[in-house]
T-cell receptor, first 116, second 109 residues
Framework: EPEVTQTPSHQVTQMGQEVILRCVPISNHLYFYWYRQILGQKVEFLVSFYNNEISEKSEIFDDQFSVERPDGSNFTLKIRSTKLEDSAMYFC??????????????FGPGTRLTVL | GQSLEQPSEVTAVEGAIVQINCTYQTSGFYGLSWYQQHDGGAPTFLSYNGLDGLEETGRFSSFLSRSDSYGYLLLQELQMKDSASYFCAVITGRRALTFGSGTRLQVQP
């Protein structure tokens, strides 16, 4: 069964450094998302991406964040100058074309980002 | 903005039935989804309701009442492996998921 993959599984960085989190969505999906989950808390929406542009972003997704789909398979989240509070699990998700019956997002295994 | 409320913890025994309720306040409501998350794992899609009524998928069912801004997830024939956190999530018109805080289900033998 096709699945979303993410690399790396764990990233440790120093405060102020830039990180790039990588995702390979399911191949025939059209919608791509990034979410984050701080330890012990709920999953929070960051950004959605469709047709090569951002379709929606949350308040969390400020100027330090950016997303890219550099080729036909990868979807990346860049955090420009990491802060301690960026430490979280970052999940990539992808979704197939909409149908009237269901709306499903498939999540990758996540990248645990630790900012020191 | 959006807000969702669900119980923080539920405990049940193997073989039992448990219902996890979710109430929400949101604008631009498109549908309600349910996700399961085991400790250290990723959210896994369980069920989706875009219209009022009951959706059944094996041991899991989900219900939505749009007029009451209310839904629930029903888990039947509970198994130990069902011990996990369960999140309701509203979908807005642009498909972003807004998650509730999650209900931790503990299944006891």
């Amino acid at each position: 069964e096709p699945e979303v993959t993410q690399t790396p599984s764990h990233q440790v960085t120093q405060m102020g450094q830039e990180v790039i989190l990588r995702c390979v969505p399911i191949s025939n999906h059209l919608y791509f998302y990034w979410y984050r989950q701080i330890l012990g808390q709920k999953v929070e929406f960051l950004v959605s991406f469709y047709n090569n542009e951002i379709s929606e972003k949350s308040e969390i997704f400020d100027d330090q964040f950016s997303v890219e789909r550099p080729d036909g398979s990868n979807f990346t989240l860049k955090i420009r100058s990491t802060k301690l509070e960026d430490s979280a699990m970052y999940f990539c998700a992808s979704g197939p074309p909409l149908t009237s019956r269901t709306d499903t997002q498939y999540f990758g295994p996540g990248t645990r980002l630790t900012v020191l | 903005g959006q807000s969702l409320e669900q119980p923080s913890e539920v405990t049940a025994v193997e073989g039992a039935i448990v219902q996890i309720n979710c109430t929400y306040q949101t604008s631009g409501f498109y549908g309600l989804s349910w996700y399961q998350q085991h400790d250290g794992g990723a959210p896994t899609f369980l069920s989706y309701n875009g219209l009022d009524g009951l959706e059944e998928t094996g041991r899991f069912s989900s219900f939505l009442s749009r007029s009451d801004s209310y839904g629930y997830l029903l888990l039947q024939e509970l198994q130990m492996k069902d011990s996990a956190s369960y999140f309701c999530a509203v979908i807005t018109g642009r498909r972003a998921l807004t998650f509730g805080s999650g209900t931790r289900l503990q299944v006891q033998p």
